[in-house]
């Protein structure tokens, strides 16, 4: 990949060699700047794990949070200054377990964010336990007689929740990635990305090769608007479909505040009166 103003110098990785992660990060950086958005006028969000490692390796503005909470930081940091470009990123555990909560309240929002989260269908950074995407009879040092529970498919719940935008693409697919992150980063509103992602040391299942295998691309002739067929493909026994499943255009949830209904003025830059927030604060008492 080509360098970009959101690389940083003098980094240490500290991702294995091979790992997905490596041309997630490319590709975003990429994507980023061949959308002219600025270092300045960017935050990436991100929680805790191998993925939510990835704005540090960033030369941008960053908030990294607690484990699963970054989409509530992000839908924050957008409201009171919607002229950011906000990013959430994250792995699958951080964001459809620990987080799975917020997955569904940001989608009812609709901030307009992009979330970003590398799926490796594993715990990477706690070195192997199974996580909410995980396969059934997926075995791990703690899931001794393989996985139980039924995987959360993050494209199946976001589109029966009429999110924005849907998509997955695929880690190893450098090209086709970037521009499904580049759509989604310029549609309004919440838009998922749900890269597949080879953790290549405690996901022996799941590899590139099986990613490769069980993943198919979505054709030139279909629609991202019909909501039942997007569902179809959410669920498609065939495989792993890639892609924008699903696209609902809607007001984004800063849209909705009354707050910029007549001002436009972010609200982070408005002065505040002391004396009205006390009689604000005195007339709850
Ligand atoms: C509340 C809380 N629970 C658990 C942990 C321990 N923990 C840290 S990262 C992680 C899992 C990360 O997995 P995932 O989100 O899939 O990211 P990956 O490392 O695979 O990229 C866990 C369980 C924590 N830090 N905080
Ligand atoms: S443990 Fe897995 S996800 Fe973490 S850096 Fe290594 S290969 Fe990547
Ligand atoms: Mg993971």
Redesign the pocket.
């Known amino acids: 990949m080509s360098t970009t103003i959101f690389d940083k110098q003098d980094i240490d990785i500290a991702w294995c060699p091979g790992c997905g992660n490596f041309k997630i990060l490319d590709m975003l950086k990429a994507a980023l700047s061949e959308l002219g958005i600025s270092p300045q006028n960017l935050v990436v969000v991100s929680g805790?794990?191998?993925?939510?490692k990835t704005p540090h390796y960033f030369n941008t503005n960053m908030f990294n949070g607690?484990?699963?909470r970054a989409l509530p930081a992000a839908t924050a940091i957008k409201a009171v200054n919607p002229g950011l470009t906000v990013i959430a990123e994250?792995?699958?555990?951080?964001?459809y377990?620990?987080g799975g909560n917020h997955f569904l309240h940001t989608i009812r929002r609709n901030p307009d964010i992009t979330h970003i989260v590398?799926n490796?269908m594993?715990?990477?950074?706690?070195k192997g336990?199974a996580?909410p995407t995980s396969p059934l009879g997926f075995k791990t040092p703690v899931q001794v007689d393989g996985v139980v529970s039924e995987p959360v498919n993050p494209m199946a719940v976001a589109i029966a929740q009429n999110a924005s935008f849907v998509a997955r693409a695929f880690s190893g697919d450098v090209e086709k990635t970037k521009e499904i992150v580049k759509k989604a980063i310029q549609h309004k509103g919440y838009a998922l990305v749900d890269i597949l992602q080879p953790?290549v040391t405690f996901n022996k299942i799941n590899t590139f090769k099986w990613f490769k295998d069980n993943s198919y691309y979505l054709d030139e002739s279909y629609n991202p608007r019909d909501r039942v067929k997007a569902f179809e493909k959410a669920i498609d026994p065939a495989g792993l479909a890639l892609g924008i499943l699903y696209i609902n255009e809607k007001p984004s949830f800063e849209e909705n505040l009354s707050v910029y209904a007549t001002n436009r003025e972010p609200v982070y830059r408005r002065k505040r009166s002391i004396e009205t927030l006390r009689q604000v604060i005195s007339s709850k008492m």
């Open positions: 805790i794990g191998q993925a939510p607690l484990h699963g994250g792995g699958d555990g951080d964001m377990g620990e590398h490796n594993v715990y990477g950074l706690t336990q996580s953790c």
